[in-house]
């Protein structure tokens, strides 16, 4: 069992960045491919990004391609969403989820954290 909890989260301008923190419980952490979703209000969840096993591999939705960063660190067992030139569209919870397969599908992640809220003005 991996537990996820999310921080880093918060109330920003449109232009600014964030960083977003997944800390990850359990010793096989670097078993999993990690994932980052968001979900508005009224919306499906969507994928945001997706990163492999050890981190050589990334993907990201076409709306974030160029501004947003995810890595990790399995030594902390840690994933990163650097999140830079921020816009309105942006906001909504941000969920961290940790799966077996690298793919940016939800159904493919076992483990999600609670979401930390990102709320982007103009």
């Known amino acids: 069992q991996v537990q996820l909890v999310e921080s880093g989260g918060g109330l920003v301008q449109a232009g600014d960045s964030l960083r977003l923190s997944c800390a990850a419980s359990?010793?096989?952490?670097?078993?999993?491919?990690m994932g980052w979703f968001r979900q508005a209000p009224g919306k499906e969840r969507e994928p945001v990004a997706t990163i492999s096993w050890i981190g050589n591999y990334t993907l990201y939705t076409d709306s974030v391609k160029g501004r947003f960063t995810m890595s990790r660190d399995n030594a902390k067992n840690t994933v990163y969403l650097q999140m830079n030139s921020l816009k309105p569209e942006d906001t909504a919870v941000y969920y961290c989820?940790?799966?077996?397969?690298?793919?940016?599908?939800?159904?493919?992640?076992?483990?999600w954290g609670q979401g930390t809220q990102v709320t982007v003005s103009s």
């Open positions: 359990g010793r096989t952490f670097s078993s999993y491919a």
């Open positions: 989820a940790g799966g077996r397969l690298f793919s940016q599908n939800k159904a493919d992640f076992r483990f």
